[in-house]
């Protein structure tokens, strides 16, 4: 006889990829035959659902500030309204332990729903090289550093952060100009903080290397 298949759940939910409202159907498993009456059921089910529970679903701007030629320990994240330009807050407050000089952002989206916020900290008033920062996305508590400070291959005055694949982190560090030592892209692993080398400048021509944003 014709298989049958019953709706078991349906919601609306933000996707991790798009922030659109995405539909998520689960069911038993079994063949169905009429994807017009499936498709009707499911949709009625979020007609049905009053408009206070639907999910809102907002993209967000985040913004690294920094106040290098001022006060150390002014440095922020900010959030806009990706769409209006309304300003959200901030997810991370000035007088964060180690942020100074913030510069490039990224999340860290091939861990999943766990993404967490990674920051550069250049550092350029302290006596320490820079790091990579990490806070959580959600309420910005400050997590342990990817790549901390006093890393033995961390750079020396990091910009520009990308992600990779296989979890590859490329950071961009500007060397340190007034000793003449110039700069490099490191490698790093986004799961472990693992350093996995440098990109090889060799190919450049210039008189000096200073790699800052990066794609």
């Given at each position: 006889?014709p298989c ?11 996707s991790a990829?798009?922030?659109s409202p995405?539909l998520?159907?689960?069911?038993d ?5 009429d994807?017009?009456?499936f ?5 009625s ?12 679903c907002t993209?967000?701007?985040?913004i690294a500030?920094?106040?290098?030629a001022?006060v150390?320990g002014?440095?922020?994240v900010a959030?806009?309204?990706a769409e ?14 180690d ?5 490039g952002l990224?999340?860290?989206t091939?861990a ?12 350029p008033?302290?006596?320490?090289n820079?790091?990579?920062?990490v ?9 342990a ?8 291959d961390?750079p ?9 694949p296989?979890n590859i982190?490329?950071?961009?560090d500007i060397g340190?100009p007034a000793s003449?030592i110039?700069g ?6 986004a799961r472990?903080?693992?350093?996995l ?11 000096v ?5 990066l794609?």
């Amino acid at each position: 006889g014709p298989c049958s298949h019953r709706v078991i759940g349906c919601k609306a939910r933000c996707s991790a990829a798009n922030s659109s409202p995405v539909l998520a159907v689960a069911h038993d498993g079994r063949m169905k035959t009429d994807v017009k009456k499936f498709l009707l059921a499911a949709i009625s089910l979020l007609v049905a659902t009053p408009a206070s529970a639907a999910p809102i679903c907002t993209d967000i701007l985040y913004i690294a500030d920094n106040n290098v030629a001022a006060v150390q320990g002014d440095d922020f994240v900010a959030r806009f309204d990706a769409e209006t330009g309304g300003y959200l807050g901030k997810l991370v407050s000035p007088g964060t332990p180690d942020l100074s000089g913030a510069r490039g952002l990224i999340f860290d989206t091939q861990a999943g729903p766990n993404s967490n916020l990674l920051v550069v900290s250049q550092s350029p008033l302290l006596s320490t090289n820079g790091a990579v920062l990490v806070f959580d996305r959600i309420d910005g508590t400050q997590l342990a550093p990817l790549v901390p400070s006093t890393a033995p291959d961390g750079p020396f005055a990091p910009q520009g952060i990308v992600l990779g694949p296989h979890n590859i982190v490329y950071v961009a560090d500007i060397g340190l100009p007034a000793s003449g030592i110039n700069g490099r892209v490191t490698l790093w692993h986004a799961r472990t903080g693992a350093y996995l080398g440098d990109l090889d400048p060799n190919g450049f021509t210039g008189e000096v290397y200073r790699p800052r944003g990066l794609v």
